[in-house]
Every structure is written in C-alpha cells, then in structure tokens.
C-alpha cells in the first residue's frame, strides 16, 4: 500500500519528491518492515471484514437458495443499477464470462432473463420474472438485518476497533 500525502504548500519546491515525502508521513511508519505484521495491515484487516459479512450473509441466504454471488447482482437488476448484461458485468465487477455463468444460473432459477434488444443485436438486456423481486431485499416478505444477527452486530464490534472483529467471541 502506497501513501502519498499532499505536498505541503509552505514546504513546496520543484524538487520534491513524492516518495520522499510519504516517508515522513506517520501512516508509512506503521508499515516499516522492522516489526511489520501482516495481521496489523489495514488492507489485509478490510479484507477479512468483507469476508465475515459476506459468509454472514450467505448464511441469511441459504432459505432463499441463493448464494452471495447471486445475490448481488438479482439486487442491483432489482435496483435499476443495471439493465444490460454489460452494464451489470461492470457494476458487479465481474468479466463477461463470469456474468454469464451466473445470469445462466439465475435463468435457471427463473429468476431474470436476457431479451436481445431490438435496436442494437450486440446489447442484451435483462429483466427481473416475476419470481425475481420476491428473493430480493427490500420485499417486506424478505428477511431483514436485525441487530441480534451476527453480520450486525460484526459491524458495530469494529468500528471502535477492528482488530477485535478477529477475537473470540466473549
């Protein structure tokens, strides 16, 4: 991870440099090699919360017999963050033919469905069925975060401290 404060405006001159700079900045001492623990890293710690709330959230899924992967992207359709096959690829992070894969799963489903748009055959735009909405949060019929529930609480136990996300459970 490279940091790189913003030059000083009273200390700025045509000669400084960037990694220089960031080397006086307290944030890269902690990432001195003297002492370093992978454990401590701020972006390995980040890492670690998406993954505890992504298998807390497969497990709020499994009823639904979706998994997190599929999730995502029925609820960004269900949102109007996409309507196109590419479009959804790209706000799912995801290479085209990782999307497919999972939109064929969906279909199987009958979850969504492509509709080869009449205007441009290159674009293939995708609908929720009927079924779709009802898997999707948001539907009253879908269960909703609870402050009892372990993916809830993971939040407000690293917030103050995020190490502590780690620890046993007390």
Known sequence: MYYFPMASKSKSTD???PFVDALSCPLVEFYRAEGYKPDDSVGYLMRRIIALISQGVERELEPTGLTNAQW???LKLYMG???TVAE???TCELDAGSMTRLL???EAKQLCRR???SDDRRVVNLELT???PRRCPGNPRHPQPRPER???RLLGRGMANPQKLFAPHS
């Open 115 to 117: 509709v080869r748009s």
């Open 88 to 90: 959804l690829a790209r």
């Open 15 to 17: 000669n400084s440099n």
């Open 72 to 74: 995502v992207p029925l």
């Open 130 to 132: 009927d079924a779709g």
């Open 150 to 152: 372990p993916s809830c």
């Open 104 to 106: 064929d799963r969906l």
């Open 81 to 83: 963050r996409a309507s």
